[in-house]
């Protein structure tokens, strides 16, 4: 699947990240201070946002959402929207259909 638009800070991607993400060590450490699930597996650690929570981090400025901790934001954050992603109606992103991708320039011109 993939997507066109950018974001517009409406703030429903951190609401109900339900999600587990690899992290380095010193990332791990940096979100248990905020109280964010930890663990490590194999000698690799994640972290852990469950459904229903809205991520610790997401402000609210002027009405427009905001990452408290932008520069220092999951993998899972940066490359919003991914695969999987269920786009809220209000989100700037839209799937780009099928149909969109198939189509060719020249095909137009039979029109």
């Not at 380095?24 to 194999?42: L, R």
């Not at 609210?60 to 932008?70: N, R």
Request: proline content about 4%.
């Amino acid at each position: 699947m993939k997507f066109k638009g950018k974001c517009i800070r409406c703030g429903h991607c951190c609401v109900n990240p339900s999600a587990t993400i690899e992290v380095p060590s010193t990332d791990a450490f940096f979100y248990a201070n905020f109280g964010i699930q930890v663990f490590n597996n194999d000698g690799k650690w994640f972290i852990r946002f469950h459904t229903g929570t809205v991520c610790k981090f997401l402000k609210v400025v002027d009405g427009k959402a905001q990452c408290s901790i932008y520069d220092k934001r999951p993998d899972m954050c940066k490359k919003f929207p991914f695969e999987s992603t269920v786009l809220h109606r209000s989100c700037g992103y839209d799937e780009v259909k099928e149909w969109e991708t198939n189509i060719k320039i020249k095909d137009l011109t039979k029109y």
